[in-house]
């Protein structure tokens, strides 16, 4: 083919290629002289027309095809600005192009002048640079590493680390038990057999033929006669069994055959080498399991507990490990031999201990170790080297004595004991108590000797000695002892035992005074403590002189009568009485005309003294505080409980004295005359203190004692005598309403609730009962309406909202009254009353989840506790029961039905103790509110009745649970 080139056509020249050679041909200069370039190969980096400018292309043709990446490259045409490299010059770095290193604003990282030399001011340059960058990196580093931790913090709280997830679990490690511990399971590998073998190469098993079996089973067999063919050929030819059988019998059963015991146990002993061969060399050549000793190491081995005996064998070679490296470390001896003798191997076990007590012979635990571990026989010899080796050892001595079974050698072990160590005061006491009295004074005089300084030597001997001597002695206790309080007290205790109690105080001030001298500090606490200690062992004389001693100390002015208080609190809850009394004596004599420190003793008498004590109390209180009305009444019931109703009377009339005007003394005296069924008197003094003191409360007990004596008229004039004075007494519109619908007037009932609302709408029993007596009428209608209406104007009432539940029950209409129930529960969610009603509102199975909610909701509620009682009550579940209702009493002792529903679930299901303990305790307790209770004891029937006989007519009236 021919092509035209642009340097060639210049010169008319044309080339043209042919398989042969390549033939010039020229039109115009045929006869001209051939040039020398022509021909020739063109030089590295020509360029056609590139001086004129022309501009030259290339084509397939002149590169040729594509070349492998191996292939020598044509270096006609190399990158532009690429030369080649002299023999001096260096290679220089090539800049690296990559994206990564690209800035938008300073271009390629990198020096534009890396090329160009280095000088003195270039330096100076880069400083002065890297001192203005450390400047400002100084300004901004405190804001940075601020915000860098802030960052570091918060990661933590999203990312926390594995160890602090689990920090508290490892603080709360301190407290787990050694039972515990020993009782957590050893970590196991959750994998499968196929997944924890994966690595071993899985043992393959293929069933031979049964024909396989069938020969072997037939070869090894013997034959005890022999066929026809057998008997001819005379035993020349061995017939193949079973050849002669009929192929519909199966071959072999005609023929005895036994297996070869002696086969099977060397099979047995074949596998159990190859067994043992791979595991002694499991790792790397090392050997874990002795081969030999393999089989009667598992005979001896019973291990006592539920580990493994791979456990054991590890905990062995550990042990054996730790005696190895480090003989002299007695507790790994022990350890080692006390895990023999957990595995059964007791003789091994001593056989250690005994190595162990020849390496560490000054060690006593070792010693001992040894000695628990041998026989009662051998026990004794090694605790006779053990005394060799460390004489002057307690234990040893101790368990020596011990190791002796009659009482004279344990003496002789403990004489020449005491001869060694004669400054021991454990081996006195020991020796002390195996003698007589006589002997014992005898060793105690030598003890304290040789122990001056133990307390319980000189304690024991003077309480051994007679009083005299016992003085004697506790003065030299205190001569060589003079910073301990506890000899003061023996010294207190023995003057108080031989009646000389003018000298207990005396012996606690110098028991204060001497160890303030010696700089011992007075602990008030630790006192206290003593005293209540003294209380109990009988010496109540002691006690109290330490109270008033010590109650003052350390304790600021403004602070006593509330410290003194709690002090009292406390020894009262810790049963010292006698150290309470004492407090409050002194509490009392510091501040003689504080009310409430005198109702708090009184409160205290009456709960733990008795009769006696509390009227002494009584008439020193209102002689300090003659305004106190409360206590004039606890002393003018105090005689009346106690039958004196003159000595009643007179206090009443020294209160009258003292306080001219008290509604409350007034009403104790009517109350006083009424009670005991001078009803004449009550009423005139009624009338006096109407005259006097005609409040709205004089005014209703007045008509309501002519209420119970049946003189309604006259009850009648005076409750409408005192609504015009006192119109928004509500009890005064409550009782007259009463009235009314207890004569059958249920329209001026109706009247006179209407009326009373009108004037106190804030009064929840006044809406009650008129929404009952509508309810009695028939009108349920209207006694829905009247409790919304009181609910309007007493919102957030748990009360009206219970009554409208129970009106709708009542009425027939659960379905309502559970609707009622969850708005109430929406308005009031933590009303107790409201909670008790919804636990029996529910059907069976959900009454425990609701009474779950309703403890959460209200814990301390007493009608909720009292509510779980009566579901434990219906479920049988009597012990249970038992205790809510003890935890309901307790909380609010004053809930009558609390008491009620305990003492009928004790008829039920309780003892005639446990029926008593509970009706003595409501009569403790004097309950006054309680729905139920209420009913019964403001019944105008049993105005009279008291606290024990109300409760069996509120029982009686209760339903069974259900």
Excluded at 429 to 435: D, N, S, V
Excluded at 736 to 750: F, H, L, S, V, W
Aim: glycine residues 6%; aromatic residues 6%.
């Amino acid at each position: 083919c021919t092509k035209r080139c642009p340097f060639a056509q210049q010169r008319g020249i044309f080339y043209c290629f042919t398989a042969s050679e390549n033939v010039i041909m020229s039109s115009s200069l045929v006869t001209k002289q051939r040039k020398a370039f022509l021909g020739q190969r063109a030089p590295p980096g020509y360029v056609p027309g590139l001086g004129r400018g022309a501009t030259g292309f290339t084509t397939r043709s002149d590169i040729g095809p594509a070349r492998e990446a191996g292939d020598i490259s044509d270096e006609r045409h190399p990158r532009p600005g690429k030369r080649p490299k002299t023999e001096g010059e260096e290679e220089e770095e090539e800049e690296d192009l990559n994206d990564a290193n690209y800035d938008e604003f300073a271009g390629y990282g990198g020096s534009l002048f890396s090329s160009g030399p280095y000088e003195a001011d270039d330096i100076e340059a880069d400083e002065i640079y890297e001192g203005i960058d450390d400047r400002m990196d100084s300004r901004r580093k405190e804001r940075r590493e601020k915000k860098f931790q802030e960052e570091i913090e918060r990661y933590r709280q999203e990312r926390p680390k594995i160890q602090q997830q689990f920090s508290d679990l490892k603080r709360a490690l301190a407290n787990v038990s050694d039972s515990e511990w020993d009782n957590i399971p050893e970590v196991g590998d959750a994998r499968n057999k196929k997944q924890r073998n994966a690595h071993i190469r899985p043992d393959r098993y293929t069933p031979l033929p049964d024909s396989v079996l069938q020969r072997a089973t037939n070869q090894a067999g013997s034959f005890t006669q022999l066929s026809g063919r057998q008997q001819t050929l005379g035993g020349f030819m061995t017939p193949y069994p079973g050849a002669a059988t009929p192929g519909t019998m199966t071959p072999g059963f005609a023929t005895s055959s036994r297996l070869d015991l002696n086969q099977i146990g060397e099979a047995r002993n074949s596998m159990l080498g190859i067994k043992l061969d791979q595991v002694s060399d499991s790792v790397s050549g090392q050997t874990v399991v002795d081969p030999k000793g393999y089989l009667t190491d598992l005979n001896s081995i019973t291990p006592q507990s539920t580990g493994d005996i791979n456990d054991v064998k590890k905990a062995r070679l550990l042990l054996k490990s730790v005696i190895t490296t480090n003989p002299k470390h007695a507790p790994g001896w022990i350890a080692a031999a006390r895990l023999e003798e957990v595995t059964g191997r007791l003789q091994a076990a001593r056989n250690i201990i005994m190595r162990g007590c020849e390496v560490c012979p000054k060690n006593e635990d070792i010693w001992l170790e040894a000695t628990r571990l041998q026989p009662p026989d051998h026990a004794k010899a090694v605790v006779a080297q053990a005394i060799h080796q460390i004489p002057q050892s307690v234990k040893i001595w101790i368990k020596a004595m011990e190791l002796e079974t009659e009482t004279p050698a344990k003496r002789r072990v403990l004489r020449k004991a005491l001869e060694q160590i004669p400054s021991s005061v454990r081996l006195w006491k020991a020796a002390i108590e195996l003698e007589e009295l006589e002997d014992a004074l005898i060793l105690l005089s030598r003890a304290v000797e040789c122990c001056p300084t133990s307390v319980d030597l000189w304690l024991a001997l003077a309480r051994l000695e007679s009083y005299d001597n016992a003085r004697k002695v506790l003065n030299k206790a205190r001569e060589n002892i003079p910073t301990d309080r506890s000899i003061w007290f023996m010294a207190a205790k023995l003057e108080e035992a031989h009646q000389n109690f003018h000298m207990v105080p005396k012996i606690i001030d110098r028991a204060v005074s001497s160890l303030q001298a010696n700089m011992v500090e007075i602990n008030r606490e630790l006192w206290i403590q003593d005293a209540e200690e003294s209380e109990k062992a009988g010496s109540v004389h002691t006690a109290q002189a330490v109270i008033r001693t010590v109650i003052g100390m350390g304790v600021e002015e403004e602070d006593r009568m509330d410290q003194w208080v709690e002090d009292a609190e406390s020894c009262t809850a810790h049963e010292a009485y006698e150290c309470a009394r004492a407090i409050y004596a002194h509490a009392l004599t510091t501040f003689p005309n504080k009310k409430n420190i005198w109702l708090r003793a009184a409160y205290f008498e009456k709960n733990f003294g008795n009769r006696e004590s509390l009227e002494a109390l009584l008439q020193k209180a209102v002689a300090h505080c003659p305004k106190a009305e409360v206590l004039w009444l606890m002393g003018a019931k105090s005689k009346w409980m106690a039958g004196d109703v003159p000595a009643a009377r007179s206090i009443l009339a020294l209160a009258f004295q003292a306080n001219p005007n008290s509604e409350e003394i007034w009403l104790a005296a009517v109350k006083l005359e009424s009670e005991n069924g001078e009803y004449e008197r009550a009423r005139r003094l009624l009338e006096k203190a109407r005259g006097s003191a005609g409040t709205a409360r004089v005014m209703m007990k007045s008509a309501k004692l002519e209420w119970v004596l049946k003189n309604v008229e006259k009850a009648v004039g005076l409750l409408d005598d005192a609504l015009e004075k006192y119109p928004d007494f509500p009890k005064l519109w409550m009782m007259k309403g009463q009235i009314e619908e207890q004569q059958g007037n249920t329209d001026t009932a109706r009247e006179n609730y209407s009326a009373g609302l009108k004037k106190n709408p804030s009064s929840i029993p006044l809406w009650l009962l008129l929404a009952r007596l509508e309810e009695k009428a028939g009108l349920l209608t209207k006694a829905r309406s009247v409790l919304e209406k009181g609910r309007l104007k007493n919102p957030h009432c748990p009360e009206l909202w219970l009554e409208a539940v129970r009106i709708e029950v009542r009425g027939g209409k659960k379905n309502i009254g559970m609707t009622l129930m969850a708005k109430a529960m929406q308005e009031c969610p933590n009303s107790g009353i409201l909670w008790a009603e919804s636990i029996f509102l529910e059907p069976r199975p959900q009454r425990k989840t609701k009474s779950v909610d309703a403890l959460k909701k209200c814990e301390h509620d007493s009608n909720v506790l009292l509510a779980v009682a009566k579901l434990f009550w219906s479920e049988r579940k009597v012990s249970k029961s038992r205790e809510w209702f003890q935890r309901a009493v307790k909380i609010d002792p004053d809930l009558g039905d609390s008491w009620a529903y305990f003492y009928k679930f004790e008829l039920q299901h309780g003892t005639e103790a446990q029926q008593e303990h509970v009706a003595k305790s409501c009569v403790l307790a004097e309950p006054r509110h309680g729905e139920a209770w209420c009913t019964v004891s403001k019944d105008t029937k049993y105005w009279q009745k008291h606290t024990e006989e109300i409760l069996p007519l509120v029982t009686q009236s209760l339903p069974i649970p259900t």
